[in-house]
């Protein structure tokens, strides 16, 4: 039997499913006539003041033109189970279906940008194209947020996350530490 703190060897490859970013999240992005969905599961906050969120959307995915010729998009997380529709979404290109219409997904007009925001998603965060610096090399995009719009309940809903492999994991209870912190780390 293997001691708690003992460890074993792990694939490089496979590091993601310790250090899971975030929520997954459906983003939008359009130009022209075209419009489009793509599930997110990597992403992550690089700034309070302006808002920033870094992320990957790979090269051979038809989002990646889209945002980069339009330089918007929305980053909308999703809060649903895994056989809901984020899995299918991140298995269909935008290429050959309109997902809005496979998905049953409402489009609403964005107030800063011009992809549009998902009804169903519980947050919408309206993105500008902040810096394109890593593109060409890590397809990894830079975005300010300049918009945010979101529901006021539940406060802290229950998210879900990929670890990789058709795995994901869903949020679990929320637990407060606010007396252990220095005032100057929290919010308000
Ligand atoms: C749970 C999940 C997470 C994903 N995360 C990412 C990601 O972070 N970056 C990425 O480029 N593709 C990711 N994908 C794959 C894209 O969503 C998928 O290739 C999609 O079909 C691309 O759609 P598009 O061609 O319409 O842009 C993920 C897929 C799933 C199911």
Known sequence: MIGRYEKID???SKVRRY????PI???T???????NIVTLGWHTVMGFTPSLVGCVIAA?????????AQRRMRDQPTDDEADRPRGRIGNTTGAETDKFATFALTPQKAQRVGA???RECHANFECNLADDILVDKYNFFIFEVV????APSPGHPQTLHYTGDGVFMVAGKIISRRSQFR?????D
């Open 19 to 22: 250090l899971e970013p975030g």
């Open 25 to 27: 999240v459906l983003v």
């Open 147 to 150: 918009k945010a719009h979101v």
């Open 29 to 35: 992005s359009a130009f022209g006539k075209t419009r």
């Open 183 to 187: 005032s100057e780390l929290l919010d």
């Open 10 to 12: 792990l694939p490089v």
């Open 116 to 118: 549009p925001l998902i």
């Open 60 to 68: 051979g995915n038809h989002s990646f033109e889209l945002v980069r």
